[in-house]
């Protein structure tokens, strides 16, 4: 009985660290399949991107992105095969020490079965049973010969069940420890690859970059278009701050002069509740709903299924061209022709209009938040309609170049957010 509580403890000191180590590796593998859908999203994306030899400076900035990506799997399977590595080492400990208590475990059940021999017949047991001191140690040893077998029986049973469970942990984890090592390889090859393939990229922009004068040229007109539409958007946004507010200010006075109206007629006067102001929000459900935008910061669906961010927000110099600045009051995603564009949060249209190149924009409000989507080919919401969370609005629309991108931003009121902060990763 001894060794088998001995038993016992050492193989629930080694198991406890398992199932640890079984969960980083479960949150490795949602990691991993999160990266592996990015880089198939940039892959559709830089299949149509490819059609255009102009676009070889933004197709760049996306096989940047992926090659980031792709070096993060690589880290991770490194993780992975880390972790496997260690609960391999573990389980081998736990086989070990199990075979060793399983053999003085036999050798004690070979010694008792000597003993039985030696003592089989029934005059025997009958004999050491009444040679006790007393009742009591005569009855202990009748309860000796009763279950004494069986329970070491059932002990080697229980000891033989578990080191094949282990044996069989172990195989499957060299298994799986052989399918990441090659999923490894396979990796870092195709890191390799998107390397050798950023190089030649880099050929090619600065071999643009030699008409430098022509690019800042088309730049300059790209740029004032885009200011353009965001003076658009930025009327628009501040058209909707300004009647909102108004909206919900006459309803505050309104309420507050009901509430005084009642406090007059009242004995005991009421309990004043301090809560955030909302200066767009008109209405408690809208309010409820400011909040709830506010509460889903970070893991807001993103508008488009698949899309990859080739501008981010604020001010940065441009990724090809020395000494250009950008500002960005969104950020811009590239995504793939014909891409349905979907409401981030539930809200209402606000604002459909056309921009300086024909194509639509969509403003959705959100309580005291808006939402802003660019560049739409087709539409299918209108000022006033109610609009759910991932609801499509209407889809893409794609330039002569071959470029599907719209620019996407978030507002709090006039003031503008980094929409990357907003979505989910």
């Known amino acids: 009985m001894k060794n088998f509580d001995i038993l016992v403890f050492a193989l629930a000191v080694c198991l406890s660290f398992l199932p640890i180590k079984a969960q980083n590796r479960q949150s490795l593998e949602k990691e991993k399949a999160k990266i592996e859908k990015e880089i198939s999203s940039m892959n559709a994306i830089l299949k149509e991107t490819r059609k255009n030899k102009k676009l070889s400076s933004t197709e760049l900035q996306i096989i940047r992105k992926k090659v980031e990506q792709r070096q993060q799997l690589v880290n991770n399977l490194s993780s992975q095969l880390n972790v496997l590595d260690s609960q391999i080492k573990t ?80 195989d499957d984890l060299l298994n799986q420890k052989q399918t990441q090592s090659v999923l490894l390889r396979q990796e870092k090859a195709n890191t390799a690859t998107l390397n050798k393939e950023k190089q030649q990229q880099e050929k090619l922009v600065n071999n643009i970059k030699k008409q430098e004068t022509q690019l800042a040229k088309e730049l300059k007109q790209k740029e004032a278009k885009k200011k353009k539409l965001q003076q658009q958007i930025n009327a628009a946004i501040s058209a909707e701050v300004k009647k909102q507010a108004k909206i919900a200010e006459t309803k505050r006075k309104n309420a507050s002069n009901t509430a005084t109206a009642k406090k007059e007629t009242t004995s005991s006067p009421a309990k004043k509740e301090e809560k955030k102001t909302y200066v767009m929000a008109a209405t408690p459900k809208e309010e409820a709903l400011s909040k709830s935008f506010e509460t889903n910061k970070g893991r807001l669906p993103w508008p488009v299924g698949k ?81 759910s969370t991932g609801q499509t609005i209407g889809t893409i629309a794609t330039n002569d170049n071959g470029e599907s991108e719209m620019n996407f931003q978030v507002r709090q009121g006039v003031k503008c957010q980094n929409p990357v902060l907003w979505l989910k990763r």
């Open 91 to 170: 389980t081998q400990q736990s086989i070990s020490e199990s075979y060793r208590s399983l053999e003085v475990l036999k050798q004690n059940y070979a010694q008792m079965l000597a003993y039985a021999q030696r003592h089989r017949s029934s005059m025997d047991r009958l004999l050491f049973i009444f040679s006790a001191k007393d009742y009591h140690e005569a009855y202990q040893r009748y309860i000796f010969f009763r279950k004494y077998a069986s329970l070491q029986r059932q002990q080697m049973k229980k000891i033989e069940n578990k080191t094949q469970e282990l044996s069989s942990m172990n």
């Open 307 to 387: 899309g990859v961010i080739v501008s981010g927000f604020g001010k940065h110099p441009h990724p090809d061209i020395a000494g250009v600045e950008i500002e960005n009051l969104g950020v811009d995603i590239r995504t793939t022709k014909g891409a349905a564009v979907k409401s981030v949060f539930e809200g209402e249209v606000c604002k459909v209009f056309p921009g300086p190149n024909g194509h639509k924009i969509v403003i959705i409000r959100h309580g005291e938040y808006m939402t802003v989507y660019t560049n739409l080919a087709t539409v299918s919401v209108s000022d006033g309609t109610k609009v």
